[in-house]
């Protein structure tokens, strides 16, 4: 279904198995502040190492451009890798060269062993052939994890998965299938949300979608800028007021697919961009010229729901509002509610990514109710732009 291979072709008892995983998570002062991550990859380690193999993985952290730093190690989270694992996990000072190639020699069958930060090595992400057949001679077979580093072309994505028999390991496996459910062979009507502060950072993702989802919810500081592309006042509201132009052409196209924008009809606006501001909602059309619109209205969070109850599918990405400081936070928890309560009822498959969009959804109380939220970011990003990503095409072409 998902054209590539998975764990379930893989022979792995003895065999040295490189398992491509994402631990990029978010730390303060050396601990980790949520470990999504880490569970996420759980089930691909422990089924390789039940049957037998042995797993070395390899992961990035951070962004330390090819040198090594202290605050980049790794060595911390396999401490809480091993934690929810509930199994020791070795760590080797280097993913390449004798510390590597020592501490997979010592491996026996069902242990697990870190390495190092793979981008401590500018060969990572200049995809240096050279580098990744390093990598590759440590191990028999390759498995792909880590979804939410697809996007980059890197040696430890990338070019290893060209010179290894190939898999994909569980995360991904789910991950691609519930991104085929999400916008490739979803069900109609399809209703995108898409929310977040900046229409620069989502032109590509924008256009995809109106040519692919039958309705497209707009919101967030983005809203703004189409606000303001068809005339309507927006205060001192964020807006993209140069990028009026790129909006008006989402809209044209929309109006050619037959994809219907839905955009706020009305706002809570504060004079501030403060939690606990003293705010007022008004009609779209009579925005005061002072103010600036930080959530989305109840009439237009009665919209956004009319249009996740129209439809079969939910493909969010962004907040609606400037979630992160109540009492802004409402429309997002409304909308995000409303659409767990349809994925409950079977009415709704639910798909969500993307940093911020997380973050929301964990606020709201929903991230477990929804069919599936991506833990990615930028691919989770690019998946929705309809662009190729570099890891998941290198796992169809070997295996
Ligand atoms: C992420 O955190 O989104 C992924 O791990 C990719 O990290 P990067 O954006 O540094 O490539
Ligand atoms: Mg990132």
Not at 93 to 119: F, I, Q, Y
Not at 365 to 391: H, Q, R
């Amino acid at each position: 279904m998902i054209g590539v291979k998975t764990l379930d072709d893989a022979e792995v008892r003895g065999k040295r198995v490189l398992v491509r995983v994402d631990l990029n998570v978010p730390t303060e002062n050396g601990r980790v502040t949520d470990r999504t991550r880490i569970e996420r990859v759980l089930p691909t380690i422990r089924q390789i190492a039940d049957k037998g193999g042995r797993v070395i993985l390899l992961a990035h952290f951070g962004r330390p451009k090819g040198g090594r730093s202290e605050k980049d190690s790794l060595k911390p989270i396999a401490t809480a890798v091993a934690e929810e694992l509930g199994r020791p996990v070795g760590f080797a000072e280097d993913c390449v060269g004798e510390p590597a190639e020592k501490a997979v020699s010592a491996m026996k069958d069902g242990d697990v062993l870190l390495l190092e930060n793979t981008r401590f090595h500018p060969g990572e992400e200049k995809n240096d052939p050279a580098f990744a057949k390093q990598l590759a001679s440590l191990g028999d077979l390759y498995v792909n994890d880590a979804f939410s580093a697809a996007h980059r072309a890197h040696a430890s994505t990338e070019g290893i998965a060209r010179l290894l028999p190939s898999y994909a390991g569980r995360t991904m496996e789910a991950e691609l299938a519930a991104l085929s459910k999400g916008l490739e062979k979803p069900q109609h009507p399809v209703v995108a949300v898409v929310g977040g502060a900046k229409v620069s950072t989502k032109i590509d993702l924008l256009e995809n979608l109106v040519a692919k989802v039958d309705a497209l919810v707009i919101g967030g500081g983005m809203a703004n800028t189409f606000l303001h592309a068809i005339d309507i006042g927006v205060g001192k509201s964020l807006a993209e007021k140069e990028l009026a132009p790129t909006a008006q052409r989402i809209l044209d196209r929309a109006k050619e697919t037959g994809c219907a924008i839905i955009l706020p009809v009305d706002a809570v606006v504060a004079s501030e961009f403060k939690a606990g501001a003293p705010n007022h909602a008004y009609g779209i059309d009579a925005i005061p010229s002072n103010g600036m619109i930080l959530d989305v209205g109840s009439q237009s969070v009665d919209r956004i729901n009319a249009a996740i109850d129209d439809a079969r599918t939910l493909v969010w990405n962004g907040p609606l509002g400037a979630f992160e400081i109540a009492p802004f936070d409402q429309g997002t928890v409304a909308a995000a509610r409303h659409a767990a309560e349809r994925t409950k009822a079977g009415k709704l498959v639910s798909v969500a990514g993307g940093g911020d969009t997380v973050a929301a959804l964990n606020h709201a109380g929903v991230a477990d109710k929804f069919s599936y939220v991506s833990t990615a970011g930028g691919a989770f990003l690019e998946w929705l732009e309809g662009k190729a990503l570099p890891g998941v095409e290198a796992l169809k072409t070997k295996g």
